[in-house]
Each structure stands twice: as C-alpha cells, then as structure tokens.
C-alpha cells in the first residue's frame, strides 16, 4: 500500500508521530504494572496502597488521555488521508470498535479497580489483573488490525 500524497504532507506525518507517541504513553503501564503486580505477589507482600495510588493517579493524568489521544490522532489521520482511508472501512471500523473497547475496560475497569485497591480493597486486585490481560488482547488485535488493514 502506497501511501502517497497523503503520507507525505507535513500535517499526516506530525499526526502519524503523535499517534504512535500516544500509543507508547497509553501502554507502557499495561506492561509494566502486571510484571510489578507478579513480583510483589511472588515475594509474598501487598502491592503498597500508595503504589496503587500512584497507578490512579497517573492513569487519570497520563496514560487515560494519551489513551483518548490516541484515537484522536488516528481519526485526524483518516480525515487526512486523501480517501485512501475512510471510515467505512473495515479496519477503520475495528480500530475504532477495539479503541473504544480498550477506552471503556481501562475508564471502567481498571482504574477504578486501582483506586479500590489504593483505599485497601485487596480482593480488586485479580480483577485489576484480569483486566488487564483484557487490555493485552485488544491491543493485540487493534495491532493485527493495523498491520493486515482487512477490507483494504
């Protein structure tokens, strides 16, 4: 697929760079909280209330509207496209069906889950980790959509 007159303007390749920026900003804790969650519990200790604290609190602040910019950015990136991508394609449609999805489990879910947690809640916890597996796979198949493009 060649890209074209739309890859090449200034404005589709700034979105381009701001959209991957985002999408390392909106993920790096769905990597890195797991594996501090894995050793806590292997040495046998809570996650300290204050660490979950701070997970809210930079979820709320951060990787949340990094996690909204993301589709921002995308959805810029579509409208300046030149038609080569529309919305009514079917990887478009995904994308933003796995975005939202992705938006609702990490707004809904696990957030709040951090902050029950933070407040002493320890039972959250497993829920916080399952949804964050959740989060794993959607950012898997939101990645499989964007390399394949089905429908393209």
């Known amino acids: 697929m060649n890209l074209g007159a739309a890859g090449d303007s200034f404005g589709y390749r700034l979105f381009f760079l701001l959209h991957i920026i985002a999408i390392v900003v909106a993920f790096a804790p769905a990597f890195v909280v797991p594996v501090l969650q894995s050793r806590y519990k292997r040495a046998g200790e809570a996650i300290p209330p204050q660490l979950m604290r701070m997970f809210s609190a930079n979820g709320m602040q951060i990787h949340g509207p990094a996690l909204v910019l993301i589709g921002v950015f995308g959805m810029a ?10 919305f009514s394609q079917t990887w478009v449609s995904i994308a933003l ?9 990490v707004f809904g879910g696990i957030i709040p889950g951090e902050r029950k947690a933070a407040a002493g809640d320890t039972a959250v916890e497993s829920r916080v980790a399952a949804l964050g597996g959740v989060v794993h ?7 499989i959509d964007m390399v394949w493009k089905p429908g393209v």
């Open 77 to 86: 990136m579509v409208g300046m496209s030149n038609d080569l991508f529309t």
């Open 97 to 105: 069906a796995l975005w939202l999805l992705i938006m609702v489990v």
């Open 137 to 143: 796979l959607l950012f898997l198949l939101m990645v």
